[in-house]
Nanobody, 123 residues
Framework: VQLVESGGGSVQAGGSLRLSCTQS????????MGWFRQVPGKERERVAR???????VYLDSVKGRFTISKDLADNTLYLRMDNLEPEDTALYFC???????????????????YGQGTQVTVS
């Protein structure tokens, strides 16, 4: 499964970005998907996830600033990021979970796929 992220870049604190994630193997309506981020030397963390019903869960530090959504017509996952902070600087990955439900433990299980990431830098 090839997931491709786009939309990263460099912005000033308080700015906004919208990340996109596309793939062609699955219709995203029926799957749990998520956005993760990682900085060098730290563990990857899940920023947000959206299940097949559209229910969302966010990392506490991004609540009220980030919005995860699915565009079912375009089969695209988005992450809208507003009021960005320097602490949001990271490599952002999208992921699709094709075997397990959204909250079935670690996202390193068979059927979990990740893209290569898009860099977000906030200064």
């Amino acid at each position: 499964v090839q997931l491709v992220e786009s939309g990263g870049g460099s912005v000033q604190a308080g700015g906004s970005l919208r990340l996109s994630c596309t793939q062609s193997e699955y219709r995203i309506r029926g799957y749990c998907m998520g956005w993760f981020r990682q900085v060098p030397g730290k563990e990857r963390e899940r920023v947000a996830r959206i299940d097949r019903f559209g229910d969302t869960v966010y990392l506490d530090s991004v609540k009220g600033r980030f919005t995860i959504s699915k565009d079912l017509a375009d089969n695209t996952l988005y992450l809208r990021m507003d009021n960005l902070e320097p602490e949001d600087t990271a490599l952002y990955f999208c992921a699709i979970r094709t075997t397990y439900s959204c909250d079935s433990g670690s996202w390193r299980r068979p059927g979990d796929y990740y893209g290569q990431g898009t860099q977000v830098t906030v200064s």
